[in-house]
């Protein structure tokens, strides 16, 4: 006889961890005297192809127990009471359409699906598995933990997949977390028609993360590890749920793509006797299991027997424990735990019955045990029981809670290691801050990752820049803008900067806003110390000058164009070059107003003095013409009369001036950095150009009066000077107009204090300076017989 196996389809591992699991559960409670004592539970297998007539086929073979007629019960002792179903919502929706007309009991071991449990349409089907519905919040709870807050979605399609998908992105939003990517995987079929897009989904229009979720439903699992491992993409990190195994036979990569995953599994404890019962199956205790010799074929180099096809020549005491974890792993999974579940379920759901069942006839009844399967749905929906290990199996969909999660980390380097550890767990049953434990020092990470790796959009803005979005993309993606001037930004990741108070100013880094330091024109400063030293000169200069016209007091030149004026006009001149010095040091109100009052009369009474002086000039030339009216109003003193009526107008002026609107003590913080500036505001700036406006008008008088004077044939004609001295005065101030407006602050205060040395001291040495000359260096010119040889020899 000569056997031959087909590899056309080949079996999954995993699945067949759920057929031992559901074995050993039988086998466990057949002998457990307590439990269903003298009954013994069978099984059968129905393989279900994709392929909606191959299950309804299989259906009406478990219901019929042949597969000829339907409706009619032949060649069998014993029908199934209920059937265990797969994972596959779509297969377990299937078979619950056809079960439901003859309520027959269907207890599901795939993943806890709410459309299942709220549609009427399967009354008769149970969810073995708890709610799944805490994953999107542990998962999101881990990515808070690590700071990832840039991460994308792989995700198999599929009803499970959609409601995956709405619950994370609805938890992600919730706590800032953003999506880079989704992509959703189609089936095992839709995968092979559009096998060459497949390829490339995570390399192509998908934005760069260090972080991916990847939500498997078991359609899809070879397909998005093929697609994954195939650009190995050794570089992300990823999270996904229990359904994802290391399945990938025959692709070894020398950088696993897969190493540093980390797993949400349901937490369940270990079943005693689980694995030793895995380490001692093999073909001979189930000869008729014809998946398991198949298996054993295909894993230990066995040769089949010509006569009775029996597998010879294995590898000697061959065990599934030796196997790699991608070829069979001896962890129970969460779909073999609820397959051991379910199982002892039934059994004490039966066991209910039946006792019930003999209680009666104790009680008189004379019907016989019987079983039916729409008996059972009654003791089904009640039953609440603990399994072996004592965790408690509950069908109540109302009932039940959300699923415990323990989290592993799987370990692939070297490849081949594949190794499963725990490294936390997530619970949604304590206090936020208490629902994930984590062992971050045991978590291996993604090959070449050698630190807890980073996913973000774009980096944290550090103090001193704020956040700056990008356009066209999500608000976690940001530009790191530095602040502007004066404001500061203390923290990272600011969405704005903050502007510091006026009195503070930001430091260099623009991290910490920093006490500004008060200043002025102070007598400490250099440009301080040099104007009050310029102006004290001036002033014991023009002191001098007035003290060599008093000891010459009685020579030609001190007298010519009235003396008195001359000594009026050093006094005022050092009272100028002394008002200086108010502008020099810290303001008060009283400095404030004495500023501009001081200046605008002692300037007044200078300029007014001028005038006069330039007056006497024409009306002496005058005198020499016979006109006693003139030489009376001369001699009378009245051209003096001018510097009072000028300086009483200046005054009314300032009168007005400071009762309207006076100067007053101000704080400017904006112009220079780091400092604020204690100035005098001049209160009108109207008023302030009023009174300098009036000067101009006095000097321009005396400019136009002089210059129409200054060729009479005077021996000691001042008018020439007095011209040239107005021209300067005019142009200093006319300069200072147009630069006191663009300026501010200490440097403006300087460049009033410079006018007024300047055009005082323009005064001072075009008029006296001359004179001054002739006293110390001509003494000759300044007598009388000097003065007369100069006139006859000027007239020969």
Same mark, same amino acid.
């Given at each position: 006889m000569v056997c031959v196996f087909s590899p056309l389809c080949r079996l999954m591992p995993n699945n067949y961890q759920n057929v031992l699991a559901f074995i050993f559960a039988i086998e466990e409670i057949n002998k457990n005297p307590c439990l269903l004592p003298n009954i013994s539970l069978g099984y059968e297998f129905h393989n279900f192809m994709h392929s909606h007539w191959r299950v309804l086929e299989s259906s009406l073979i478990l219901l019929t127990g042949q597969d000829e007629i339907p409706n009619y019960t032949c060649r069998r002792q014993s029908n199934s009471i209920a059937v265990l179903t797969g994972t596959s919502w779509a297969t377990a929706a299937q078979i619950g359409t056809l079960l439901e007309l003859y309520k027959f009991p269907q207890l599901t071991f795939g993943c806890f699906d709410p459309m299942l449990s709220e549609n009427a349409e399967f009354s008769s089907l149970y969810q073995t598995a708890p709610k799944d519905t805490s994953l999107a919040l542990g998962m999101v709870s881990l990515m808070l933990y690590f700071g990832w807050t840039w991460v994308g979605l792989v995700i198999t399609e599929g009803q499970k997949g959609h409601q995956f998908l709405s619950d994370v992105k609805t938890e992600m939003n919730r706590n800032k977390v953003r999506v880079a990517f989704v992509k959703m995987i189609s089936n095992a079929v839709l995968s092979v028609l559009a096998h060459a897009q497949q390829h490339d989904f995570l390399t192509r229009e998908t934005s760069p993360v260090n972080v991916g979720i990847i939500y498997y439903d078991t359609k899809s699992l070879n397909d998005v590890n093929y697609n994954i491992g195939q650009y190995r993409m050794t570089w992300t990190v990823w999270i996904t749920n229990s359904q994802w195994h290391a399945d990938m036979p025959g692709r070894n990569f020398i950088l696993e793509s897969f190493h540093g995953t980390l797993i949400f599994a349901k937490h369940h404890k270990e079943i005693r006797g689980f694995q030793k019962f895995i380490q001692a199956v093999n073909p001979s205790m189930y000869p008729e299991d014809n998946f398991l010799t198949l298996f054993w074929y295909d894993h230990f180099h066995c040769s089949v027997a010509d006569s009775d096809c029996k597998l010879k020549n294995c590898t000697p005491n061959a065990s599934l424990a030796w196997l790699p974890g991608n070829r069979f792993d001896m962890t129970m999974n969460d779909d073999s735990y609820n397959i051991y579940n379910a199982v002892y379920a039934m059994a004490h759901a039966l066991h209910e019955m039946l006792l019930q069942q003999v209680q009666r006839q104790s009680m008189g009844h004379r019907e016989g045990i019987q079983i039916s399967p729409w008996q059972l749905h009654h003791y089904l929906k009640n039953v609440q029981v603990n399994n072996p290990a004592g965790d408690q199996v509950n069908l109540d969909n109302k009932r039940k809670l959300d699923a415990e999660y323990d989290i592993f980390n799987f370990w692939n380097f070297p490849e081949g290691l594949r190794l499963k550890v725990k490294v936390g767990s997530f619970s949604s049953h304590v206090l936020h801050n208490q629902q994930l434990s984590l062992s971050e020092d045991m978590i291996e990470w993604a090959t070449g990752i050698t630190e807890t790796p980073r996913s973000v959009c774009s #980096?944290?803005?550090?103090?001193?820049?704020? /956040?700056?979005?990008?356009?066209?993309?999500?608000?976690?993606? !940001?530009?790191?803008?530095?602040? $502007? &001037?004066? #404001?500061?930004?203390?923290?990272?990741?600011? #969405? &704005?900067?903050?502007?510091?108070?006026?009195?503070?100013?930001?430091?260099?880094?623009?991290?910490?806003?920093?006490?500004?330091?008060?200043?002025?024109?102070?007598? &400490? @400063?250099?440009?301080?110390?040099?104007?009050?030293?310029?102006?004290l000169s001036l002033t014991i200069l023009t002191v001098a000058i007035l003290g060599l016209f008093v000891k010459h007091c009685s020579s030609p030149i001190v007298k010519a164009n009235n003396r008195s004026l001359s000594y009026i006009l050093l006094l005022s001149l050092s009272f100028c070059f002394l008002c200086a010095l108010l502008f020099i040091g810290r303001p008060n109100t009283a400095t404030c107003i004495l500023q501009q009052v001081t200046f605008g009369i002692v300037f007044t009474v200078a300029v007014s003095t001028i005038l006069a002086k330039t007056i006497t000039v024409v009306l002496a030339f005058k005198v020499t013409t016979p006109d006693r009216r003139i030489r009376q109003f001369l001699v009378s003193g009245t051209p003096n009369c001018i510097i009072p009526i000028c300086s009483l107008i200046q005054f009314?002026?300032?009168?007005?001036?400071?009762?309207?609107? $006076?100067? !007053?003590? @101000?704080? @400017?913080?904006?112009? #220079?950095?780091? !400092?604020?500036?204690?100035?005098?505001?001049?209160?009108?700036? +109207?008023?302030?150009?009023?009174?300098?406006?009036?000067?101009?008008?006095?000097?321009?008088?005396?400019?136009?009066?002089?210059?129409?004077?200054?060729?009479?044939?005077?021996?000691?004609? &001042?008018?020439?000077?007095?011209?040239?001295?107005?021209?300067?005065?005019?142009?200093?101030?006319?300069?200072?107009? $147009?630069?006191?407006?663009? +300026?501010?602050?200490?440097?403006?205060?300087?460049?009033?204090?410079?006018?007024?040395?300047?055009?005082?001291?323009?005064?001072?040495?075009?008029?006296?300076?001359?004179?001054?000359?002739?006293?110390?260096?001509?003494?000759?010119?300044?007598?009388?017989?000097?003065? /007369?040889?100069?006139?006859?020899?000027?007239? /020969?």
């Open positions: #980096e944290s803005c550090n103090p001193g820049f704020r /956040k700056s979005s990008q356009e066209g993309k999500m608000a976690c993606c !940001f530009d790191c803008t530095p602040c $502007p &001037e004066n #404001e500061i930004a203390n923290d990272t990741d600011m #969405e &704005e900067c903050v502007k510091c108070p006026d009195h503070q100013y930001a430091d260099i880094h623009h991290k910490h806003c920093v006490q500004k330091s008060v200043t002025f024109l102070a007598y &400490e @400063d250099s440009l301080g110390r040099a104007l009050a030293g310029t102006a009314t002026l300032c009168g007005i001036w400071m009762g309207t609107s $006076p100067p !007053f003590i @101000d704080r @400017d913080a904006h112009f #220079e950095h780091g !400092f604020i500036i204690i100035v005098c505001n001049k209160g009108s700036l +109207t008023a302030f150009y009023c009174m300098l406006g009036y000067l101009g008008l006095l000097a321009l008088v005396s400019f136009t009066v002089a210059f129409l004077a200054r060729n009479l044939p005077d021996t000691f004609n &001042e008018a020439k000077f007095i011209t040239f001295n107005m021209l300067v005065f005019c142009s200093v101030w006319v300069t200072f107009l $147009p630069v006191y407006h663009s +300026t501010k602050g200490r440097v403006m205060v300087a460049m009033e204090v410079f006018s007024i040395l300047a055009s005082s001291a323009g005064l001072l040495g075009c008029i006296f300076a001359p004179k001054c000359y002739i006293i110390l260096f001509k003494k000759d010119r300044c007598s009388l017989q000097g003065i /007369k040889i100069k006139i006859h020899s000027g007239s /020969k």
